[in-house]
């Protein structure tokens, strides 16, 4: 591991926009899911003891019809709203919220990326899943969640060799001194789990205090072969009146080896 006292500045990487979720959203008629679990029941009345009406496979596309007013957990502690929900072979029924993904991303050999929101004990987090093209799926284990107020970008390697596809979990800061980054997570179709890189922390307080920090990786401008390079620049006021801020910069890299980190990535001290 190397640590070095400078910054670098990179360009960022083009992504096709993904949708923004929020536990804090309240879910309205139009909105777009997509089945998280195999043969899901459709009931005829927002209620578990309901007659079932129909199964779904899992990754089938969605269309909220109606919100009902009653919750349900499915989700390990998240009580969530009951969906009335049509698909486009106008199948349909009732089905719990917490049993539909809240994205499908295409993975490069034709199956499909599906995460909602789930509790593991007091951790709120995505549980992710890979839908296969010729049916049923693989559990992808569970990551925590910074805040739920995220977006969710999957990604090609980025020039990292062993890796398939990295999944960048964005965390949308909307006021002074409410954290954002995002975290870094690998995968490869190969695996049963996604794996966490890194967690990149930004922070912003009126002038007062700032953090941010980024990944560069290889296809990154200043990226280096086959390693991630973790910068991060913290600043604080020293004195307002006279407009004077001490500011840190560090980085380090890591580098890869058969798809995996040699070393885990550390947060830095910036005393």
């Known amino acids: 591991m190397k640590s070095i006292l400078f910054f670098i500045f990179i360009l960022p990487i083009l992504i096709i926009a993904q949708p923004y979720h929020s536990l804090n959203n309240e879910p309205s008629k139009g909105d777009v899911y997509y089945t998280f679990g195999d043969n899901v029941n459709l009931r005829k009345a927002p209620d578990s003891g309901s ?3 129909g199964n779904l496979p899992i990754n089938t596309r969605v269309t909220v ?17 009951w969906f009335k929900i049509g698909t486009k072979d106008m199948i349909i029924g009732y089905i ?4 539909l993904a809240l994205n499908s991303d295409n993975l490069k050999d034709g199956s499909s990326l599906l995460y909602t929101y789930r509790m593991e004990g007091e951790k709120t987090g995505l549980s992710y899943r890979k839908a296969h093209k010729q049916g049923g ?4 284990g569970f990551q925590e969640l910074l805040t739920s107020e995220i977006q969710v970008k999957l990604m090609n390697s980025q020039g990292l060799s062993g890796i398939d596809h990295l999944v960048r979990v964005d965390y949308t ?7 954002g980054g995002y975290s870094l997570h690998s995968f490869n179709l190969k695996d049963k789990k996604i794996k966490l890189i890194g967690n990149a922390h930004s922070v912003s307080d009126a002038g007062i205090f700032s953090l941010n920090e980024e ?38 890299e890591y580098r890869l080896e058969n798809g995996s980190l040699k070393e885990p990535i550390k947060p830095f001290d910036y005393r």
């Not at 719990?96 to 049993?99: D, I, R, T, V």
């Not at 800061?173 to 954290?179: D, P, R, S």
């Open 51 to 53: 007659e079932i009406v």
């Open 65 to 81: 019809l109606e919100v009902a007013t009653n919750k349900i957990d499915v989700s390990g502690g998240l009580e969530l709203p």
């Open 96 to 99: 719990a919220s917490g049993l």
């Open 137 to 140: 799926y693989t559990d992808l």
């Open 173 to 179: 800061a909307e006021a002074c001194g409410v954290e």
């Open 215 to 252: 990944f560069i990786l290889p296809n990154h401008e200043n990226g280096v072969p086959n390693s991630i390079v973790f910068i991060g620049e913290q600043s604080e006021s020293i004195d307002e009146s006279k407009n004077e801020y001490r500011t840190v910069k560090l980085s380090r």
